[in-house]
T-cell receptor, first 111, second 115 residues
Framework: GESVGLHLPTLSVQEGDNSIINCAYSNSASDYFIWYKQESGKGPQFIIDIRSNMDKRQGQRVTVLLNKTVKHLSLQIAATQPGDSAVYFCAENTGGFKTIFGAGTRLFVKA | DAGVIQSPRHEVTEMGQEVTLRCKPISGHNSLFWYRQTMMRGLELLIYFNNNVPIDDSGMPEDRFSAKMPNASFSTLKIQPSEPRDSAVYFC???FGQGVTDTQYFGPGTRLTVL
């Protein structure tokens, strides 16, 4: 079936290093992608999004890259901080309101 | 803004009991979503309301689950009767608009444990 998945379930990085979280999606019709951050005990929080007509979008310390050829999405976090420790979800949308979430990647930031 | 408010934050109940989860969306938002999160299945959309009207409830697991939105500032998700497999964290989210790119704001969730 159509799904959004992640290559790495956990990622451990040193404070100050850059983090890269990867995501594979299977539905080539998906045209909108979102990254969410979920801290322990909280709901998912929107980080950044990208439409399928773009291949890169930058925010504050975060960059999302989209490779439609291989159906791959990544989230790059620059100068990772302890506050970035969380579970990160990629999500896809094929139109309408229904967003399909991936399984999530847990990011550990070592001080 | 207080954000999306959910209550209770934690609920422990026994199998067979009725459970009601509550959500107050962000003021001015006209779309509301109920999600369920489990380790096994991740984050799943249960039902979506737009302007207080249920648009799609195809994610609702079975007839034991029902959701209502009597007005723009309140929604409930009811499970009757509850079963142990319903144990999960239930999130409510709201957004302004009905487009796919409208950012969804999530509440803190209700952790439900059915014994």
């Amino acid at each position: 079936g159509e799904s959004v998945g992640l290559h790495l379930p956990t990622l451990s990085v040193q404070e100050g290093d850059n983090s890269i979280i990867n995501c594979a999606y299977s539905n080539s019709a998906s045209d909108y992608f979102i990254w969410y951050k979920q801290e322990s005990g909280k709901g998912p929080q929107f980080i950044i999004d990208i439409r399928s007509n773009m291949d890169k979008r930058q925010g504050q310390r975060v960059t999302v890259l989209l490779n439609k050829t291989v159906k791959h999405l990544s989230l790059q976090i620059a100068a990772t901080q302890p506050g970035d420790s969380a579970v990160y979800f990629c999500a896809e949308n094929t139109g309408g309101f229904k967003t399909i979430f991936g399984a999530g990647t847990r990011l550990f930031v070592k001080a | 803004d207080a954000g999306v408010i959910q209550s209770p934050r934690h609920e422990v109940t026994e199998m067979g009991q009725e459970v009601t989860l509550r959500c107050k969306p962000i003021s001015g938002h006209n779309s509301l979503f109920w999600y369920r999160q489990t380790m096994m299945r991740g984050l799943e959309l249960l039902i979506y309301f737009n302007n207080n009207v249920p648009i799609d409830d195809s994610g609702m697991p079975e007839d034991r689950f029902s959701a209502k939105m009597p007005n723009a500032s309140f929604s409930t998700l009811k499970i009757q009767p509850s079963e142990p497999r319903d144990s999960a964290v239930y999130f409510c989210a709201s957004s302004f608009g009905q487009g796919v790119t409208d950012t969804q704001y999530f509440g803190p969730g209700t952790r439900l444990t059915v014994l």
